[in-house]
């Protein structure tokens, strides 16, 4: 099975990013007036280190059968992101905003190749986590349903050309993340349901080094 580079999330956002890039201008950020979105994001950014179990499925007209990913993530606020990979294959995958790198098992780092794009994700989506969203507002427009125990975040591209490829990033959850679909206009989509999500208690040392912690 051909490896997937990265956490399909991010490899996706990482093609809308370089589309808005390549545009002169961008639309100014407008805040939804949404009292919902308001709590989810105030909800999410009250844990600042968790850790969750995922499945993440991709499913493409291309393929015979979809290919399917488990690992662990550990997100911690302001700092960034480790991507752990255990089947098919095992890799983690360091997201900080200020680079990105693959994990060896003595935790040492190796940059990714082209991890400008990857930095950049990283940034966009502790933003967002974080309750700034002025990021994310350039780039999407955002529709929030549900309540605030069962509630859906739905982004659709503001710009052309990244709407060509990209069709919706659907967030859902209640008080954490509980899954994420990326719907493609080729009709590809990408599912990751987060599972066991909780607090994340101490980081290990080779957690730490990876994350650029004290």
């Not at 929030?144 to 710009?159: D, E, H, I, V, Y």
């Not at 050309?161 to 080729?186: P, Q, Y």
Request: aromatic fraction near 4%; glycine fraction near 8%; include cysteine.
């Amino acid at each position: 099975m051909r490896r997937l580079i990265a956490p399909l999330f991010l490899s996706c956002l990482l093609l809308c990013v370089a589309s808005v890039a390549a545009q002169t201008t961008a639309p100014q950020a407008t805040a939804p007036d949404d009292a919902l979105l308001q709590h989810v994001l105030a909800e999410l950014g009250q844990h600042q280190a968790v850790r969750a179990d995922f499945v993440q499925t991709r499913a493409n007209p291309a393929l015979t059968q979809p290919q399917v990913s488990r690992g662990q993530l550990l997100f911690v606020l302001n700092h960034g992101m480790l991507w752990q990979t255990q089947s098919p294959y095992a890799e983690t995958l360091a997201l900080t905003g200020r680079h990105a790198a693959r994990i060896d098992a003595q935790g040492h780092a190796h940059p990714m190749r082209d991890a400008r794009g990857m930095d950049r994700i990283s940034q966009m989506l502790q933003s967002m986590l974080a309750g700034k969203l002025d990021e994310v507002l350039r780039q999407f427009n955002v529709v929030a349903s549900g309540t605030t125990a069962n509630w859906t975040l739905r982004f659709t591209p503001k710009q052309e050309r990244m709407a060509r490829v990209l069709g919706s990033i659907t967030l859902s959850g209640d008080a954490f993340l509980e899954g994420i679909r990326i719907a493609m206009h080729d009709g590809g989509s990408t599912d990751i349901r987060f599972a066991h999500t909780r607090d994340a208690g101490p980081l290990s040392a080779l957690e730490q080094r990876a994350l650029g912690l004290p």
